[in-house]
């Protein structure tokens, strides 16, 4: 009888922590996303002299939710992981850089390529007290500036890359 | 039978697993990822510099220069060719010698003829393997001659140039 009622207790405190760690995940789920987009950049001419040309994209805002004080102070890093062995996206430089994030410091311009190791985008972004100007707990964001180069060279085509965000402690 | 601190070690180890499980999915949920999409159109283009008027006559010296710019992404072999466009005056010849851009060939080491007296000449193939290319300011000259027949005045003639595989 007493085994019984401690297997019960065991089992109600793994059933509470599978509940707590599931709440948290679901709160959790909201801490990076994205509005708008997708990203789509197109060269259609190049200069006569000039061996490059480039294009611009700012459609899409990246929201990331900072952790409640006294929680850890956060950062934001990107990747492009490889999404085939085969495929090559290295044909048209690729490069993102973080706009004007209203929590953080941004990073500067990070070029982009397959595989390539996290790269810290936006840094030391503080833990929330409250509310922020917009009312909004704890989120943040900043737009995400994507720039192409290709050369002549490079000839015409079209490259998808996958690129991933990770908001993680700093 | 277990005893009571390894019942305890169980339950332990059990919501220590849950743990490290829900920590993986909290990880999991902060990262996004979304398609960036990269792309160049095919892009091949001329342009020739209008040049300054051809004065035929006794102290004329016939030969007029301009520059011209060219631009390919295309990574094919080209031609440029040149042709009259529209009907031009009567008694008039026209020759025209270009620079060609790094990589590529002149047809002909001299002046290629786009006009004579009777009429054009056809379509004439100026410059050859022309590929990946993105040059300005290339020199292009003109020379002109006139039979007596032609009477004195102004006329313009028209020159078309195209790039084609």
């Known amino acids: ?170 | 039978m277990s005893s009571r601190p390894t019942r305890l070690l169980s339950c332990f180890l059990a919501g220590f697993l849950i743990w490290v499980a829900a920590g993986k999915a909290l990880a999991q949920e902060n990262a996004k990822r979304h398609a960036v999409t990269t792309a160049v159109s095919e892009h091949t283009a001329i342009r020739v510099a209008p040049a300054s008027r051809f004065t035929a006559g006794p102290r004329a010296s016939g030969v007029v220069s301009s520059t011209y710019e060219i631009v390919s992404n295309v990574p094919a072999d080209q031609q440029v060719i040149a042709s009259i466009k529209g009907t031009p005056p009567p008694g008039v010849s026209v020759w025209v010698e270009i620079e060609p851009p790094a990589g590529a060939d002149a047809t002909k080491e001299e002046e290629v003829q786009l006009l004579s007296p009777d009429g054009p000449t056809g379509p004439q193939t100026l410059l050859t393997g022309i590929g990946q290319v993105s040059e300005a300011g290339l020199n292009i000259s003109y020379t002109t001659e006139v039979t007596v027949g032609v009477e004195p005045g102004s006329k313009q003639i028209r020159l078309n140039f195209e790039i084609v595989e």
Not at chain 1, 106 to 129: A, H, V, Y
């Open chain 1, 1 to 170: 009888m007493i085994h019984s009622l401690a297997r019960w207790r065991c089992f109600g405190a793994l059933l509470l922590l599978s509940g707590a760690s599931a709440l948290g995940t679901s709160a959790q789920g909201q801490a990076l996303f994205f509005e708008g987009g997708p990203p789509q950049l197109r060269i259609d001419r190049f200069v006569p002299g000039s061996s490059s040309a480039t294009d611009v994209d700012k459609s899409t805002v990246l929201s990331y939710e900072r952790a409640q004080a006294p929680g850890p102070r956060l950062k934001v890093v990107v990747s492009a992981p490889a999404v085939s062995p085969s495929a090559s996206n290295e044909r048209f430089e690729l490069q993102v850089e973080a706009l004007a994030p209203t929590a953080g410091t941004p990073q500067g311009q990070i070029r982009l390529r397959e595989s390539m190791p996290p790269t810290d985008l936006i840094r030391g972004i503080e833990p929330c007290k409250g509310k922020n100007a917009q009312s909004k707990a704890c989120e943040e964001q900043a737009t995400l500036r994507y720039q192409m180069r290709a050369t002549v060279e490079s000839g015409p085509g079209q490259n998808e890359h996958v690129i991933q965000y990770t908001l993680q402690t700093q």
